[in-house]
């Protein structure tokens, strides 16, 4: 339902100027949103059910689990998703209300620094969300957490919790980091092309 909500507003509005841009946007709405939506809730989704620690009591499995996931990653990235799609839609939402198509953004400078702004606005979201993610996340589940637990009376300092399916969230997370690492790549070289694009608009202009 959200990729053909994707796919009719790109419809609607003016299409990126640069094949890259173009390419950005089904890798974007269709391979990543689908990768998280259907293997992220495959992975994720009962991570909290199956999330057991010693002793094995629904207070204390929810307690650490709190402190283990301090936010789901589906949350994450679907928030991360949402967030970066933010300057792309506001300026083709711009384009399509001042009737720009794609040989404007190339052959106005004024149209072609916005959506170069657009996109570097892009990488910048897309870096903090890496590095967010590493600070939240890490690059690998271990199988056996450590919970913190002296603010709960009466109970021991360390509780030992298995993470279930480690193995499985640890590829995850590696795919998840090489879709951002290669949207970011995406959008450099989309930078790269509007600005060759354009200096052959001069040229031969």
């Given at each position: 339902?959200?990729?053909n909500y994707?796919k009719n507003?790109?419809e609607?509005c003016v ?5 890259i841009g173009?390419?950005?946007i089904?890798?974007f709405?269709?391979?990543?949103m ?8 495959a992975?994720?989704g009962?991570?909290?059910?199956h999330f057991?620690c010693?002793?094995?009591?629904r207070?204390?499995n929810l307690?650490c ?6 936010i ?9 998703l949402?967030?970066?799609l933010?300057?792309?839609?506001i ?7 001042k ?21 570097l606005l892009?990488?910048?979201?897309e870096?903090?969300?890496?590095w967010?993610?590493i600070?939240?996340f890490?690059?690998?589940?271990k ?6 637990a ?6 021991n ?5 298995l993470?279930?399916e480690?193995f499985?969230?640890?590829i ?5 980091y090489?879709f951002?690492?290669?949207t970011?790549i ?6 790269f092309?509007i600005?060759?694009?354009?200096l052959?608009f001069?040229?031969?202009?």
């Open positions: 339902m959200s990729l994707i507003f790109y609607g299409k990126p100027p640069t094949v173009q390419f950005h089904l890798f709405g269709s391979v990543r689908f990768f998280l939506g259907v293997l992220g809730f992975v994720y009962n991570e909290a059910l057991s010693d002793p094995d009591k207070e204390i307690f689990y709190n402190q283990f996931r301090p789901t990653p589906q949350v994450f990235w679907a928030l991360q949402v967030i970066v933010v300057p792309g839609a300026f083709h939402l711009y384009a399509a209300c009737n720009i198509n794609q040989e404007c953004i190339l052959q106005k400078p004024i149209y072609t620094v916005i959506y170069i702004l657009s996109v892009r990488i910048s979201l870096v903090i969300a890496f967010l993610q600070h939240l890490g690059f690998q589940v199988p056996l957490y450590l919970c913190d002296r603010s709960l009376k009466g109970k300092d360390i509780i030992k919790c993470v279930p480690h499985e969230k640890t995850f997370l590696i795919a998840m090489t951002t690492v290669i970011i995406l959008c450099v070289a989309e930078i092309e600005i060759f694009r354009r052959c001069l040229i031969w202009q």
